[in-house]
């Protein structure tokens, strides 16, 4: 009798936590260990600018977009775009070329998953807007802020700090959003950050925005004198900065999407391009905590 309550007592574990889930059930709990970062669970500034290179750069920051947009699609995160500096026109698809994009992330860790991101990524393809098909090298900066909450952490900025100038916001081949000047970009005059919100049709909604990035650089600012700080010390601290590419992703002659930092590398260049992060994301997070 005694064995036969046992093996409905496991019976019934089973029911409630099957053996299939445990591989998942034990990555979550490892994830929990990886995502332990003072900001980890705050959500993020995404900010992509275009590298030198013209119309296949600038193709390549809105194929970047593209891709965040899709990869926190996939986690269940919501993406607004703030600001958008459009550029050429007549991309694949249709798409539009972007020279700079600001985008709030919200979502559960988001930063803890997206901060390694940061850095420099080098395209490499047949050009499409080139009519001799020649290959072609772009480079695209990605930033990552953590989004700031009141309290997080002392930055004081003086309203007589700040510089508000207000435009209409504008979307590509200079369609107006709205007539009303609702867009907001804030200069903040000690340390020159300018930063700007469109996303809102009222004004102080993009303001609220903008603050946010504001205080995000200005946290991003005060870390970097930090670690320069600590490299004037220590001796080596390696900075995350233009320049300091951190992934290729080649189309032609082959197809292979590879990380520099993790060496972990893929041929579905197709699918990393549509958002599939997520063993990227993954062998970032380990090598943060080895």
């Known amino acids: 009798m005694e064995d036969l309550k046992v093996l409905k007592s496991f019976d019934e574990t089973q029911d409630k936590f099957p053996i299939g ?10 994830f929990k260990t990886f995502l332990s970062g003072k900001y980890d669970k705050n959500n993020v500034i995404l900010e992509i600018f275009s590298g030198a290179g013209g119309q296949d750069s600038q193709d390549w920051a809105a194929m970047l977009l593209r891709m965040y947009e899709r990869y926190c ?4 995160w919501k993406t607004i775009v703030l600001h958008q500096t459009f550029g050429q026109g007549g991309g694949p698809e249709g798409r539009v070329g972007i020279k700079s994009v600001t985008v709030e992330i919200a979502g559960n860790y988001a930063y803890g998953f997206l901060r390694r991101e940061a850095g420099v990524h080098r395209l490499v ?4 807007f080139n009519a001799q098909k020649l290959r072609q090298t772009s480079f695209a900066l990605v930033n990552i802020l953590p989004e700031l909450k009141g309290g997080e952490v002392e930055l004081e900025i003086k309203p007589e700090d700040l510089k508000v100038d207000t435009f209409k916001a504008s ?6 959003v709205n007539k009303t000047e609702s867009a907001i970009r804030i200069t903040h005059i000690p340390t020159g950050i300018a930063v700007a919100s469109q996303s809102e049709r009222l004004q102080g909604k993009n303001r609220e925005a903008a603050m946010k990035i504001l205080y995000a650089k200005l946290y991003q600012l005060k870390e970097e004198q930090h670690a320069k700080e600590l490299k004037d010390i220590k001796g080596t601290v390696k900075a995350v900065e233009f320049g300091s590419q951190i992934r290729n992703y080649v189309l032609h002659p082959y197809k292979m999407v590879k990380d520099l930092r993790t060496q972990y590398e893929t041929s579905d260049a197709e699918g990393i391009l549509n958002g599939d992060l997520e ?6 997070l380990k090598i943060i905590n080895e």
Do not use: T, V
């Open 171 to 176: 979307g590509p081949g200079g369609q107006y």
């Open 125 to 128: 393809r047949i050009s499409p």
């Open 21 to 30: 889930n445990l591989d998942e059930r034990i990555k979550k709990q490892e």
């Open 73 to 76: 699609a996939s986690k269940g």
């Open 279 to 284: 063993k990227f994301i993954e062998a970032e």
